[in-house]
């Protein structure tokens, strides 16, 4: 469905006057969609991180020429985020206090001291837990993997089309049905939401009434948000889920089969008998299912957060108030929501309409519960012109 022309904005010059141009981007301060795709190419995953967050930064300076700075878009909010994955993906974030942590859950050490158990029957020595820690860090460099590929996949996505958006609408002064048809015609068919963000982004260029304006640019912004969403399930879940798992039960295996395998004839027979029995593996099962959730929910308290100018956000705490807007929450023109479409959206995934509390994300993986956090996030800073400032920095001209 295409949408409908904004109900105002500037119109035609009239006959015999100088025609009217609307803001034009300079060329080369923002990524065409071959330099996305240059980008996206580079093997060095710290460079091209931080390609891909400059790029983002150039590519919101160069949409809020025709949009207005006075309401984020998008690629404002991606710049920090991707700026934070940069972080993940250098493996700075995780605690060093990972093996510490374990020691304090009964629901591992309980079952540790099982396989422990297991072991002096077999005759070998207990499982260090060092062992677990050294399986942590593998993990952690799995979870680096899947949020870059995450964080390039994305671009490469959202990236050329906000390109390609700039490149269709600069210098445009009204709302052409036709022009923007066409335009949104050029989506691929698998990518309807991204379409209509798009679309909506189109509508908000040429809308004057502002409240209008900013509810347009939270509705693109959230379905440019959900589209991203979508997309990265399959790294989130990677990078949350399945690693651990894996990589738990590996190391672990392999250093009890390496301890069986050291033992001379015949005293190693019990424990090939256990391995082969899936004895080992039985009694490892519930250290590798509860070991994984530990570090679901360490991962998503300390490694899932966000730093934007002026604050550090935990996703998995309720986000807090703006500065100078603890009574209000969201800023002037986003305190109460008119617009039908939008006010869909946020009944689809807001838990808390109205409110900010119960936003703290328990579980990252679970896609309701990031847009959740998300769409509160969207809302309450879309107006906090810091997030425009340069990701790394001031500018040298």
């Known amino acids: 469905m295409r949408p409908p022309a904004p109900s105002c904005g500037p119109t035609a010059e009239p006959t015999g006057s100088s ?51 006075e309401n984020a878009n998008w690629s404002t909010f991606a710049t920090w985020a991707s700026k934070q994955a940069g972080v993940s993906i250098r493996g700075e974030d995780m605690p060093r206090f990972f093996t510490d942590v374990l020691k304090g859950l009964d629901g ?35 979870v680096s993997l ?33 022009k923007v048809a066409q ?17 909506h982004y189109a509508q908000a260029m040429f809308e004057t009434d502002p409240k209008k304006k900013a509810e347009l640019m939270l509705l693109a912004n959230n379905k440019v948000g959900l589209h991203e969403q979508r ?3 399959p ?8 690693p651990m798992k894996e990589t738990f039960h590996g190391i672990l295996r392999q250093t009890i089969e390496a301890q069986i395998n050291a033992l001379p004839f015949p005293a190693n027979l019990a424990g090939k008998a256990a391995l082969k029995s899936g004895v080992v593996d039985a009694a490892l ?36 108030p703006p500065p100078g807007m603890e009574s209000t929450l969201f800023p002037p023109h986003l305190r109460t929501i008119e617009n039908p479409e ?24 679970r896609l309701d519960q990031r847009m959740n956090y998300i769409i509160d996030l969207f809302r309450s800073r879309q107006s906090d012109p810091a997030l425009f400032d340069p990701p790394f920095g001031r500018r040298v001209a």
């Open 342 to 365: 939008l006010r869909k959206l946020l009944a689809q995934f807001d838990k808390s309409p109205d409110s900010l509390e119960g936003t703290g994300a328990e579980d990252w993986s």
């Open 285 to 320: 099962g519930p250290v590798v299912e509860r070991t994984a959730s530990a570090f679901r929910r360490l991962a998503t308290e300390h490694m899932m957060k966000l730093v934007v100018p002026g604050s550090a956000l935990k996703l998995g705490n309720d986000l807090p």
């Open 183 to 199: 335009y949104l015609s050029e989506f691929p068919a698998d990518k309807p939401v991204l379409e209509e963000a798009f679309g």
């Open 235 to 242: 790294q989130i879940e990677q990078a949350l889920n399945a």
């Open 231 to 233: 997309r990265l399930q």
């Open 19 to 69: 025609p009217l141009q609307g803001p034009r981007v300079e060329p080369g301060t923002y990524p065409s969609p071959e330099d996305v795709r240059h980008i996206c190419a580079m093997r060095d995953l710290v460079v091209r991180n931080q390609a891909v967050t400059q790029s983002y930064s150039d590519l919101s300076n160069a949409v809020g020429q025709l949009l207005g700075t």
């Open 108 to 142: 591992v050490t309980r079952p540790l001291s099982n396989v422990d158990d297991l072991l002096r029957k077999l005759g070998l020595p207990a499982l260090p837990l060092a062992d677990i820690g050294s399986a942590g860090n593998d993990a952690i460099q799995n």
């Open 146 to 178: 899947a949020i870059s590929e995450g964080n390039k996949r994305v671009f490469e996505e959202v990236g050329q089309e906000l390109s390609r958006f700039v490149a269709a609408f600069q210098g445009d002064t009204q709302y052409d049905t036709a």
